[in-house]
């Protein structure tokens, strides 16, 4: 699928770019902490073709932009959101390697919902860097094209996330989840074999932006309350983050942070037992548990760090207590997208009906119901 094509005399590339859940680990990400992923069989399907001329087309459902060539783009001040992240993909390229003049047509269509959490955006900028290092042609490694995605998405979009989204979509592994310790970037993967359970999403169809949500003032909560509470570790312990701080720590020295940062850090080291105790639970085959350590991530998000909305929480706690399900919680950046549920596949029809049927009802809204298939990365 990566080699060119001939088409004509054109040549032409073409990426599937997935999306990505996150089992369990939210919001840690970006504090170092460990993040439990793994792309998904929804995602963007993106075509580029050879043009005559310098100049950059892009076509895509929602719309299409033009560029009068690569060096334009880089150099441009972008008017529009779709603009800058373009550029932010270019010129996050051509930092590692001269653009070439080479003029493309490039379509991109899917069926990864956008604003859902799934990680779309970063689908997106990997996907396109994949396809500017196949034209290239150049020696790009996989580590610099999940550089390009951050830079892009933090430099240029706005949004001051984590490396979870970049790392899920471009090397994640059919039928794992990838296991990303934050704090030095090591990644292993864990076999997701979930017995007669299956992870689904429900689509609460309320979209959101990251870049205009208060996730950059969560994270800056978390990193103050993070340097109030480094110099009061013991000398004789190594703790590389806030999430390995040890509990006792923070609850002794619990009202040097403020009422309002105090839930945040405590969720975070909450989070991060949570996904040690996943692993563990998804090895040991205890199903069950996994369940509880979702429906308890869900009540921190909510209560705790205070990134859920009133319909993934309504869907959640539905879900939670439905005949067959395990465990439901919202998923990824929060204010609106998906939740994750874990569901046994005898109850799956029944469960997807009726959850349509009472989001319906509540909030007036059509949801959208995606079983989970866990496929490889763009390089995967
Ligand atoms: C978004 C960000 C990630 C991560 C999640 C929350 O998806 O892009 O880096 O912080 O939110 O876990």
Request: with cysteine; hydrophobic share 40%.
């Amino acid at each position: 699928m990566n080699e060119p094509k001939n088409n004509g005399n054109k040549r032409t590339w073409e990426v599937f770019a997935p999306g990505r859940i996150n089992l369990i680990g939210e919001h840690i990400d970006y504090q170092g902490g460990w993040v439990l992923p793994g792309a998904i069989s929804l995602g963007q399907w993106i075509k580029a073709t050879e043009i005559d001329g310098p100049s950059l087309h892009v076509k895509s459902p929602l719309g299409t932009w033009t560029y009068a060539s690569a060096d334009q783009l880089c150099a441009s001040n972008p008017q529009d959101k779709p603009s800058a992240f373009f550029k932010g993909i270019w010129s996050s390229f051509q930092k590692r390697h001269p653009l070439s003049s080479v003029g493309l047509e490039i379509e991109i269509r899917g069926n990864l919902p956008l604003g859902a959490g799934l990680s779309a955006s970063a689908s997106l900028s990997a996907g396109l860097g994949q396809i500017l290092h196949l034209v290239h042609n150049s020696p790009l490694s996989e580590q610099d094209l999940i550089q390009i995605a951050y830079e892009t998405e933090r430099e240029f979009v706005g949004t001051q996330c984590g490396y979870m989204d970049p790392y899920a979509v471009v090397k994640s592994k059919a039928d794992h989840l990838l296991l990303l310790n934050n704090s030095d970037l090591s990644t292993q993967y864990i076999p997701c074999d979930l017995g007669p359970y299956q992870l689904v999403l429900f689509h609460t169809k309320v979209t959101h932006e990251l870049a205009h949500s208060p996730y950059n003032e969560k994270r800056a909560a978390v990193e103050r309350a993070w340097e109030l509470l480094k110099p009061l570790i013991p000398k004789d312990s190594v703790v590389e983050a806030l999430p390995y701080l040890p509990l006792e720590v923070l609850e002794r020295h619990r009202d040097k942070l403020s009422p309002a940062d105090y839930p945040l850090a405590r969720f975070t080291l909450d989070e991060q037992l949570r996904v040690e105790k996943a692993v563990n639970a998804i090895n040991a085959k205890d199903f069950s548990a996994l369940g509880v350590l979702l429906n308890q991530s869900h009540q921190g998000l909510s209560a705790l760090y205070q990134v859920s909305c009133p319909e993934l929480d309504f869907m959640a706690d539905w879900s939670q207590r439905q005949p067959g399900v395990l465990g439901a919680r919202m998923m990824g950046g929060g204010f609106g997208g998906c939740t994750l549920n874990l569901v046994h596949q005898n109850e799956l029809s029944p469960w997807a009906k009726e959850a349509l049927n009472v989001y319906h009802n509540k909030f007036g809204l059509q949801g959208e119901v995606y079983p989970v298939r866990l496929v490889h990365g763009i390089l995967g």
